[in-house]
């Protein structure tokens, strides 16, 4: 009986570890994410302005909660223009040849209108 109330106790003590482990893994891919976005702001400002024909874009802002690893690999998130969270776009980042590039940079309908 002491023999299985050690295994219990064992096994579930791996399994805590185990969790903490996975936790502070993806804890710390996050915080990379997020270092890569906030290094390569400035190419998704450039892509927006690219359709700003009227000078109308001041400001970008990245929702880095919103930041997750893309199925097909790269980041993808999400952010607005102006200090206005109503004027969103959806954006990546793609590395090609050891170079970080904009991918599927999208304004969203009303900023699309906007511009």
Do not use: C, W
């Not at 302005?49 to 993808?76: A, T």
């Not at 954006?91 to 309908?109: L, R, W």
């Amino acid at each position: 009986m002491k023999t299985v109330y050690h295994l219990i106790s064992l096994s579930t003590l791996l399994v805590y570890v185990h969790g903490v482990k996975y936790k502070m893994d993806q804890q710390k891919l996050q915080d990379d994410m997020v270092k890569v976005v906030k290094a390569n702001e400035h190419l998704v400002e450039d892509d927006l302005k690219q359709d700003d024909k009227y000078d109308r874009i001041k400001s970008v802002s990245i929702e880095y909660n919103s930041i997750m690893k893309s199925p097909m690999g790269g980041l993808l998130f999400q952010g607005y223009v102006n200090d206005d969270p109503s004027l969103t776009f959806n954006a990546g980042f793609q590395k090609y040849q050891d170079e970080i590039e904009t991918s599927n940079v999208a304004p969203k309908e009303k900023l699309d209108e906007f511009l």
